[in-house]
T-cell receptor
Framework: AQSVTQLGSHVSVSEGALVLLRCNYSSSVPPYLFWYVQYPNQGLQLLLKYTSAATLVKGINGFEAEFKKSETSFHLTKPSAHMSDAAEYFCAVSGSGGYNKLIFGAGTRLAVHP | EAGVTQSPTHLIKTRGQQATLRCSPISGHTSVYWYQQALGLGLQFLLWYDEGEERNRGNFPPRFSGRQFPNYSSELNVNALELEDSALYLC????????????FGNGTRLTVT
């Protein structure tokens, strides 16, 4: 069975500081991994996805994530936080064979303060 | 290109009533997924439809049901509403290829009083 664990339900950073949101996955098959962002009262927006083409994945809004098989991790980073990055972030895993149902982590709420 | 659209945006029902939520996928997408996002419970998978058929179901009672129409739009029905059904219901669509990301709508906020 596939699962995702996000370490830290709340993360707070200063504007301009590094953002690091942690995600570890469990999967019996090579996984597809995703990060989504949710702003208040909105749906989920895709930030980036890992589909085995490259271990370092660049996404929108300056975010990137690195797939580390040995650590079963897919942490999300951004070098310099902006106030507009404040939102909830979800890591998700899906399987193969056209089975694209996503299993989500519990989410990490990112706060950015001046 | 239009994204995933959901209607209504908000829905208020009383306990015991039925709710119907609607979703139109991105043009060309044949798969539709429904998720429930209840306070404190995260994103829970409800249903997956592809080519008009129910392909997979999450751990929800049978009073949660739905269907997918020939134009790939979808409907989620919740019968005998309970207070704990209050949540944001998110619909997503994807293309059929493995690893295709899900594209989400803005959801329907269901409130059961």
């Amino acid at each position: 069975a596939q699962s995702v664990t996000q370490l830290g339900s709340h993360v707070s950073v200063s504007e301009g500081a590094l953002v690091l949101l942690r995600c570890n996955y469990s999967s019996s098959v090579p996984p597809y991994l995703f990060w989504y962002v949710q702003y208040p009262n909105q749906g989920l927006q895709l930030l980036l996805k890992y589909t085995s083409a490259a271990t370092l994945v660049k996404g929108i809004n300056g975010f990137e994530a690195e797939f580390k098989k040995s650590e079963t991790s897919f942490h999300l980073t951004k070098p310099s936080a902006h106030m507009s990055d404040a939102a909830e972030y979800f890591c998700a895993v899906s399987g193969s064979g056209g089975y694209n149902k996503l299993i989500f982590g519990a989410g990490t709420r990112l706060a950015v303060h001046p | 290109e239009a994204g995933v659209t959901q209607s209504p945006t908000h829905l208020i029902k009383t306990r015991g009533q039925q709710a119907t939520l609607r979703c139109s996928p991105i043009s060309g997408h044949t798969s539709v997924y429904w998720y429930q996002q209840a306070l404190g419970l995260g994103l829970q998978f409800l249903l997956w439809y592809d080519e008009g058929e129910e392909r997979n179901r999450g751990n929800f009672p049978p009073r949660f049901s739905g269907r997918q129409f020939p134009n790939y739009s979808s409907e989620l029905n919740v019968n005998a509403l309970e207070l704990e059904d209050s949540a944001l219901y998110l619909c997503a669509s994807s293309a059929g290829q493995s690893g295709s990301p899900l594209h989400f709508g803005n959801g329907t906020r269901l409130t059961v009083t």
